[in-house]
């Protein structure tokens, strides 16, 4: 799991704080901590004495500062009060849902890596299913398509983004192709969320390596299946389908996949999606090893040759509802 641009790694024993998302009469009265960006050190924005006014606040925005940092305070409860503001920010109807959305990504990002970083499944389920509400409600709005949803999508390599973005990806295939109804989308969400947390055991060398893998770099690497099923399997608040999701996520129906080859329907529908999303998702993503491909590009490389061993119907679906505008 990529843990070093994780918030709790780099501001260990501080608890990080919201800007945008909270009123300035609800910033606590504590000293204040800014990150530097370059040093990723922090140093004194304000302390306790002094109040934060509505124009720091906008003065902070301004300079792309997602998060102030305190020590003096519980950080159980700052997580409450963020969990609230982001219900809040998906309810408010005076914000385009294009917005909304760009904001909830920004934010459930950073609390995502926090629970990753944590290594406690229970914490990673609470925040997982806490962030799939939030986006499904989002996602299942008419106004929400698919050129804003990947337009706002964020494409760095950490695994909490990769997640989150194959996570919103597999909801809206899910709809599309109606797979669940809609009662279930939810739990889709949830497995795209967790559907890699088997590279919490694979060391971040190998996970975040500058150059392409080396075979028996490669086998560690191909074991995170495998690894994430025997971390969720005797879980009862995880159901057979998610954990499906985790372990066959790299299967391929003609059997070339990973861990066992399995082959066509042997492949759960939800982890055959999760698939099509998931290699979508690595081609528009930047890699420690290349950039970014533009959209254009990643469907005629997906339809050359990458969609081979994807279920077909369901490509051709995601295909159609990411190149209609
Ligand atoms: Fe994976």
Same mark, same amino acid.
């Given at each position: 799991m990529t843990r070093s641009s994780s918030i709790a790694t780099l501001c260990e024993g501080y608890t990080p704080i919201p800007v945008a998302l909270l009123e300035p009469e609800?910033?606590?009265?504590?000293?204040?901590?800014?990150?530097?960006?370059?040093?990723?050190?922090?140093?004194l924005y304000r302390s306790a004495d002094v109040r934060v006014m509505p124009d720091d606040l906008a003065k902070l925005h301004q300079a792309n500062t997602k998060w102030l940092y305190a020590q003096d305070l519980d950080p159980k409860e700052m997580q409450m009060l963020?969990?609230?503001?982001?219900d809040e920010l998906v309810r408010d109807e005076s914000n385009s849902v294009r917005d909304r959305f760009f904001k909830l990504n920004t934010y459930v990002q950073d609390v995502?890596?926090? #629970?990753?970083?944590? %290594?406690?499944?229970?914490?990673?389920l609470d925040t997982a299913s806490e962030i799939a509400l939030l986006a499904v409600r989002l996602l299942c709005r008419d106004e929400m398509n698919a050129g804003d949803l990947i337009s706002l999508l964020h494409h760095d390599f950490q695994t909490a983004t990769h997640s989150l973005n194959v996570s919103y990806m597999m909801?809206?295939?899910?709809?599309?192709?109606q797979l669940v109804p809609e009662n279930e989308l939810q739990s889709v969400a949830v497995a795209g969320l967790l559907h890699d947390i088997g590279k919490l055991s694979v060391s971040d060398r190998i996970l975040t390596k500058g150059d392409r893998l080396l075979r028996r770099e490669q086998r560690i690497a191909q074991?995170?299946?495998?690894?994430?099923?025997?971390?969720? #399997?005797?879980?009862? %608040?995880?159901?057979?389908?998610?954990?499906m999701v985790v372990y066959q996520h790299h299967e391929r129906t003609h059997g070339k996949g990973y861990p066992v080859g399995?082959?066509?329907?042997?492949?759960?529908?939800?982890?055959?999606?999760c698939s099509?999303?998931?290699?979508?998702?690595?081609?528009?993503?930047?890699?420690?090893?290349?950039?970014r491909y533009p959209l254009a590009e990643a469907i005629v490389m997906m339809d050359q040759h990458l969609s081979e061993g994807l279920d077909r119907e369901m490509y051709q679906c995601w295909r159609q509802y990411i190149l209609k505008k």
């Open positions: 609800e910033m606590p009265a504590v000293d204040l901590y800014l990150r530097e960006n370059d040093s990723g050190r922090l140093r963020v969990r609230r503001k982001l995502l890596a926090s #629970a990753f970083q944590s %290594d406690s499944p229970d914490e990673i909801v809206s295939l899910a709809r599309e192709m074991k995170h299946p495998a690894l994430g099923f025997n971390r969720l #399997a005797r879980r009862i %608040d995880i159901s057979f389908a998610q954990l399995a082959v066509g329907d042997e492949i759960h529908p939800w982890a055959r999606a099509v999303v998931n290699v979508f998702d690595s081609l528009i993503s930047n890699r420690p090893y290349r950039k």
